[in-house]
T-cell receptor, first 114, second 114 residues
Framework: SQQGEEDPQALSIQEGENATMNCSYK?????LQWYRQNSGRGLVHLIL?????REKHSGRLRVTLDTSKKSSSLLITASRAADTASYFC??????????????FGAGTRLAVHP | ETGVTQTPRHLVMGMTNKKSLKCEQH?????MYWYKQSAKKPLELMFV???????ENNSVPSRFSPECPNSSHLFLHLHTLQPEDSALYLC?????????????FGPGTRLTVL
């Protein structure tokens, strides 16, 4: 079953604005990751937050995790046209038997207009 | 993107053709993955290889046949495909047992089945 579900499905903003994307999941996790995908390309890892962490920063990215609500958010501050991409959350399967099985959501398509 | 490479980048094939996709990782990882990404659908995990052993076959039709000759190379052999198999096929690798859980993706092969 699908683990991560992103909200909104699509987001359109102007350069300089902040973009917030949300992710909900269903089962217990070890960590949650966010990935970015430019159109028709591979995914690029952005940030990982562990289940015992509540907030993490990396440059213009801020990720929060609320395990009680089984949700996470990704905030991109001062967005740029180059941030235009799809963003995916991925959760690991805690009972996957020792290897790193990730389950991806459907993604949020972000468009940043100059 | 030089960490994980995929060839070819684009492939058009007829339903009766046999072709192979190749993935190579230069990161010293010991787990490799094949994913299928169709339009407007979440990323679907197809196969997982952990230390060259297949540990996951996510109910993939037998017309897709993976091969992992060593921990750096992964192939996906294609035979008698259907038009609905047209998609972006992504390869990824990760470091198990002590790794961060992050997966590193190749740029993908855009497959079109006529």
């Amino acid at each position: 079953s699908q683990q991560g579900e992103e909200d909104p499905q699509a987001l359109s903003i102007q350069e300089g604005e902040n973009a917030t994307m949300n992710c909900s999941y269903k089962t217990s996790i070890n960590n949650l990751q966010w990935y970015r995908q430019n159109s028709g390309r591979g995914l690029v890892h952005l940030i990982l937050i562990r289940s015992n962490e509540r907030e993490k920063h990396s440059g213009r990215l801020r990720v929060t995790l609320d395990t009680s609500k089984k949700s996470s958010s990704l905030l991109i501050t001062a967005s740029r046209a180059a941030d235009t991409a799809s963003y995916f959350c991925a959760t690991d399967d805690m009972f996957s038997g020792g290897y790193n099985k990730l389950i991806f959501g459907a993604g949020t398509r972000l468009a940043v207009h100059p | 993107e030089t960490g994980v490479t995929q060839t070819p980048r684009h492939l058009v094939m007829g339903m009766t053709n046999k072709k192979s996709l190749k993935c190579e990782q230069h990161l010293g990882h010991n787990a490799m993955y094949w994913y299928k990404q169709s339009a407007k659908k979440p990323l679907e995990l197809m196969f997982v290889y952990n230390f060259k052993e297949q540990t996951e076959n996510n109910s993939v039709p037998s017309r897709f046949s993976p091969e992992c000759p060593n921990s750096s190379h992964l192939f996906l052999h294609l035979h008698t495909l259907q038009p609905e198999d047209s998609a972006l096929y992504l390869c990824a690798s990760s470091q198990e047992r002590g790794g961060s859980g992050t997966q590193y993706f190749g740029p993908g092969t855009r497959l079109t089945v006529l």
